[in-house]
T-cell receptor
Framework: AQTVTQSQPEMSVQEAETVTLSCTYD???????LFWYKQPPSRQMILVIR??????QNATENRFSVNFQKAAKSFSLKISDSQLGDAAMYFC????????????FGTGTRLKVLA | EAGVAQSPRYKIIEKRQSVAFWCNPI?????LYWYQQILGQGPKLLIQ????????DSQLPKDRFSAERLKGVDSTLKIQPAKLEDSAVYLC????????????????FGEGSRLTVL
């Protein structure tokens, strides 16, 4: 069975600095999708960035980028120039490309941004 | 475009009572999901609908939980009778198309319904 592990329950970053959130996963599949979702306090969860496993190039969305290491089954999120609005829970998620295509979420990392 | 709507936002009940949560997905979204998010954990899928048919309910505790999606639009999740361990946030999400091999099926979430069972 696939699993997603986020080993950092909480992280802090100074405003304007860079922070990296870690995620590892386990799967026997070769083709899949990986996602980072952001959940601000009392707000809905939104997609931050996605990565297709068959693409070697790391995905980038403005200040957000990933470091996808397929062999190591690692998928970290880098946030550059951190802003107060980045404070939230961040969830790493895996989705297979077969079967029921179910999403599997990690336990989340709470990011605090210090002014 | 209106997002995923959920109600109520908060509910407090005694154990063994019943509760129902409602979700209205984004218009035109065929796939609807209910997730349970216990404090300190990631969302866990309870049930996935494709239109008004069930795709996956393998993790739904069917002795106490039920869900329906009549007419393939809005959905209701019911818990009866509630237990203390059901205290959680119940998230509804929808996607335009069902995820597939080449389709990411991005999830759009509602704000959630927070349940406290005393």
């Amino acid at each position: 069975a696939q699993t997603v592990t986020q080993s950092q329950p909480e992280m802090s970053v100074q405003e304007a600095e860079t922070v990296t959130l870690s995620c590892t996963y386990d799967t026997s599949e070769s083709d899949y999708y990986l996602f980072w979702y952001k959940q601000p306090p009392s707000r809905q969860m939104i997609l931050v960035i996605r990565q297709e496993a068959y693409k070697q190039q790391n995905a980038t969305e403005n200040r957000f980028s990933v470091n996808f290491q397929k062999a190591a089954k690692s998928f970290s999120l880098k946030i550059s120039d951190s802003q107060l609005g980045d404070a939230a829970m961040y969830f790493c998620a895996y989705r297979a490309t077969s079967g029921t295509y179910k999403y599997i979420f990690g336990t989340g990392t709470r990011l605090k941004v210090l002014a | 475009e209106a997002g995923v709507a959920q109600s109520p936002r908060y509910k407090i009940i005694e154990k063994r009572q019943s509760v129902a949560f409602w979700c209205n997905p984004i218009s035109g979204h065929a796939t609807l999901y209910w997730y349970q998010q216990i404090l300190g954990q990631g969302p866990k899928l309870l049930i996935q609908f494709q239109n008004n048919g069930v795709v996956d309910d393998s993790q739904l505790p069917k002795d106490r939980f039920s869900a329906e999606r009549l007419k393939g639009v809005d959905s209701t999740l019911k818990i009866q009778p509630a237990k203390l361990e059901d205290s959680a946030v119940y998230l509804c999400a929808s996607s335009l198309v069902p995820p597939g091999r080449a389709i990411t099926g991005e999830l759009f979430f509602g704000e959630g319904s927070r349940l406290t069972v005393l």
